[in-house]
């Protein structure tokens, strides 16, 4: 069982940013494609971005692309999302999956999931 842990979540301003990191107690996530979502209070969750686990191929949800960035750190075991030019329309609590395989648009049954990490950006 992979048990994923999202950290780096606070309390900012606007334009402020914030890295959120996802990691694996006892596994290399280098063998799973990485997934970041976000649940904003009243909302469904929606897609942020994925990392895949071969190439390192990036994806991104059209409206994010500008100002988030998903990366992995030199030997797998955590992944980034670093989220510049924060505005309150952000705040949300952010999750990281994992998945052996992610298909385009981050498609994938992310069998396991983080708490997630709150992200609160105030105006």
């Known amino acids: 069982q992979v048990q994923l842990v999202e950290s780096g979540g606070g309390l900012v301003q606007s334009g402020d940013s914030v890295k959120l990191s996802c990691a694996a107690s006892g596994y290399n996530l280098g063998g799973y494609a990485i997934g970041w979502f976000r649940q904003a209070p009243g909302k469904e969750r929606e897609v942020v971005g994925c990392i895949s686990s071969g190439d390192g191929a990036v994806d991104y949800v059209d409206s994010l692309k500008d100002r988030f960035t998903i990366s992995r750190d030199k030997d797998g075991n955590t992944v980034y999302l670093q989220m510049n030019d924060l505005r309150p329309a952000d705040t949300a609590l ?15 049954s992310y069998n396991f999931w983080g708490r997630g990490a709150q992200v609160t950006v105030s105006s």
């Open 94 to 108: 952010y999750y990281c999956a994992a998945d052996p395989t992610v298909q385009l648009g981050c498609v994938a």
